[in-house]
T-cell receptor, first 112, second 112 residues
Framework: NAGVTQTPKFQVLKTGQSMTLQCAQD?????MSWYRQDPGMGLRLIHY???????DQGEVPNGYNVSRSTTEDFPLRLLSAAPSQTSVYFC???????????FGPGTRLTVL | TQLLEQSPQFLSIQEGENLTVYCNSS?????LQWYRQEPGEGPVLLVT?????EVKKLKRLTFQFGDARKDSSLHITAAQPGDTGLYLC????????????FGSGTQLTVLP
């Protein structure tokens, strides 16, 4: 099993550009989530999904969209990138929101 | 929002020394998880503590959940360079919230 995979590993954007961060899991987990990690701030929840077709906002959702058309995939879209979105983004999957979270390797995003 | 504070934020010690990392909150959690994150990778679960006062040992690592389930500690005996990493605690809510709350992390560096 590959676990949780994320692409790309690194990305540089210019302010105003849009892009999609891809996330997939092969563990048949219903719960998937996106976090951003900034120095000294731990992991902050952006959006989460409790199953296909169901998404909800986390702590810091502004500027990001998600969709969950299948159990396996949970892409994160940046609508109009801003320098404040420079961060490392982690996708995670789990049986539920409070069980062990399985994290992907992360995407390091820089917005110029 | 249930907040988790970790201390210290940074810790640099020599190989062979002992250390303790703390995770504190004013809120009660139903369980608490500890993760370790190595550079360029996502966090990986070390342990979950569920019962107030519970102590779990994982080789040289000892985890304790406070009696009131508001705090936890991680003690490492005879630290090794391989213990270097970011240690994150995460609390599972005791109320209606369905997501983990992550602490800000402790960056541990063990020097050879």
């Amino acid at each position: 099993n590959a676990g949780v995979t994320q692409t790309p590993k690194f990305q540089v954007l210019k302010t105003g550009q849009s892009m999609t961060l891809q996330c997939a899991q092969d563990m048949n987990h219903e719960y998937m989530s996106w976090y951003r990690q900034d120095p000294g701030m731990g992991l902050r929840l952006i959006h989460y999904s409790v199953g296909a077709g169901i998404t909800d906002q986390g702590e810091v959702p502004n500027g990001y969209n998600v969709s969950r058309s299948t159990t396996e995939d949970f892409p994160l879209r940046l609508l109009s990138a801003a320098p404040s979105q420079t961060s490392v983004y982690f996708c995670a999957s789990s049986l539920t929101g409070y069980n062990e979270q399985f994290f992907g390797p992360g995407t390091r995003l820089t917005v110029l | 929002t249930q907040l988790l504070e970790q201390s210290p934020q940074f810790l640099s010690i020599q190989e062979g020394e002992n250390l303790t990392v703390y995770c504190n909150s004013s809120s009660v959690f139903s369980s608490l998880q500890w993760y370790r994150q190595e550079p360029g990778e996502g966090p990986v679960l070390l342990v979950t503590v569920v019962t107030g006062g519970e102590v779990k040992k994982l080789k040289r690592l000892t985890f304790q959940f406070g009696d009131a389930r508001k705090d936890s500690s991680l003690h490492i005996t005879a630290a090794q360079p391989g213990d270097t990493g970011l240690y994150l605690c995460a609390g599972a809510p005791s109320g209606s919230a369905r997501q983990l709350t992550f602490g800000s992390g402790t960056q541990l560096t063990v020097l050879p």
